[in-house]
């Protein structure tokens, strides 16, 4: 942006050069946007690319490590491109003859795309892919710690694009964001996704554009009686551990049931968890949340050993998260909170249903809407979380960082946007994917008719009132 130009003059500029690309998408086949799909994804996930980008997002955001960097290129970008390699996104993608229904897909526009420093590497390419599939531009507003990565996998897809004939200018990376950019950029786009804080998404559906957020997150598991308790165990510390919880799905806390409280938290401690004192968990609270509430943002996603000697707390070697015993929830107990640090909260109760109401008031304090999970067996507690909580993803006997945007393991829709419906204050309670990049004709043909009689609709029990 030029000295003499404003943040509005700045993004309508932009805008306009992603329309004029867009103007053109709109043209391809689907045969066309399922080649340039390809070309993106495969161009993201070449592992000389990955570890670029994997790199320079560990060097500039200084969150997490290199490892989880390039696993969730790996594995969630080629997971989002296996969901919709197959889709139909062009034209005429559903027929009814029994109701007289046609479908037609056709494109949002230009999306605006604001991303996080958490997720740099993979939230950016799986928008991307998911706006290129449906025919729209996309013009991204990186977090400016992580500018550098967002321009360089910006210009990787770019790059694609243009080998396969497509404009480079379906994909546009705001080199120099701001928070004045990116609320213009919310402003004047067509659709935008809005990956990040409370904050962010409030913008988001502020800007008077169409908008998709993501809510908070504050994972809970539950370890109920009959778990196998080794299992769990490992799953909760690979989901706690995974880039030392940058993101949203990490588990924040468990509950334990009493009868197995013991034995589940020596597994634990097996994995590589290390239990505070009481002397101990105060010091950490105090580091942690410097003003009672808010999160210590030098701490966030670093590793268990920098987070300790900031507390001033020695750990045993191979420590890989800390634990605290906690019984309060909401204000005054910020360890029930969403902690976005290799630290988990740990809870016990003595019946599921105890444990089921805990995790409704840990997510009525934060994370409504989100995710939990639970390690069990039986089908009724299943069915009573289900039933009970307010929740848009539950993951069952898996490490919810894992599994709840996406596994080879399950059914969910790859992705990391991920909305958390009325309950997290979004517009959808589903994984976002290629389909909400899209707009949908409805073209009805007429069908006989076909009315019911009252006894039909209503039943003889309801007329006879």
Not at 264 to 271: D, F, Q, R, S
């Amino acid at each position: 942006m030029s000295t003499n130009q404003s943040a509005a003059e700045y993004v309508a500029a932009l805008i306009r050069r992603a329309r004029e690309a867009q103007e053109v998408a709109d043209t391809f086949t689907q045969e066309k946007v399922d080649k340039l799909t390809a070309a993106m994804t495969w161009a993201a996930v070449k592992p000389e690319n990955s570890d670029k980008i994997s790199k320079l997002a560990v060097e500039e955001s200084a969150l997490g490590y290199y490892d989880a960097k390039y696993i969730k290129l790996q594995k969630k970008v080629r997971g989002a491109y296996r969901d919709m390699k197959h889709a139909k996104t062009v034209g005429v993608i559903e027929i009814d003859k029994e109701k007289g229904l046609m479908k037609l897909a056709k494109p949002v526009g230009v999306v605006g795309a604001v991303v996080p420093c958490t997720n740099p590497e993979a939230t950016p390419v799986i928008n991307a892919l998911q706006a290129v599939k449906s025919r729209n531009a996309i013009v991204f507003s990186p977090h400016p710690r992580t500018k550098k990565t967002n321009y360089l996998l910006c210009e990787i897809m770019r790059d694609a694009l243009k080998r396969h004939g497509a404009p480079e200018d379906l994909i546009i990376s705001i080199e120099e964001p701001t928070i004045e950019i990116s609320q213009e950029l919310m402003k004047q786009c067509d659709l935008v996704i809005a990956t990040g804080g409370s904050g962010l998404v409030k913008s988001a559906y502020s800007s008077g554009t169409p908008a998709y957020g993501v809510g908070a997150g504050n994972a809970v598991s539950i370890v109920d009686e009959d778990a196998d308790i080794p299992d769990a165990a490992r799953k909760i510390m690979l989901g706690k551990t995974f880039d030392y919880s940058t993101s949203c799905s990490s588990e924040n806390s468990v509950i334990i049931l009493s009868s197995i409280y013991d034995k589940t938290m020596a597994a634990l401690k097996a994995e590589g968890g290390y239990l505070c004192g009481a002397e101990e968990k105060e010091k950490l609270q105090k580091t942690m949340f410097p003003d009672g509430q808010h999160l210590n943002t030098k701490l966030t996603a670093q590793a268990p050993g920098v987070i300790a000697a900031a507390a001033g707390i020695e750990l045993p070697e191979n420590t890989k998260f800390l634990m605290v015993e906690e019984t309060g929830i909401g204000q005054g107990y910020p360890f029930s909170d969403e902690k976005l640090s290799v630290i988990l909260a740990v809870y016990r109760k003595d019946t599921f249903s105890e444990a089921v109401d805990a995790v409704n008031q840990i997510h009525e304090f934060k994370g409504k809407g989100h995710s939990c999970g639970v390690h069990t067996f039986n089908e009724e507690h299943i069915l009573e979380l289900a039933k009970k909580t307010f929740t848009s993803r539950i993951m069952i006997r898996q490490a919810i960082c894992f599994g709840n945007s996406g596994d080879w393991t399950n059914g969910m829709p790859f992705t990391l946007s991920l909305g958390c419906g009325t309950w997290g204050g979004n517009m959808a309670s589903e994984n976002i994917t290629h389909k909400h990049f899209m707009n949908t004709t409805w073209v009805s043909s007429p069908i006989p008719e076909c009315i019911p009689d009252d006894k039909e609709l209503f039943g003889e029990e309801i007329m006879a009132e």
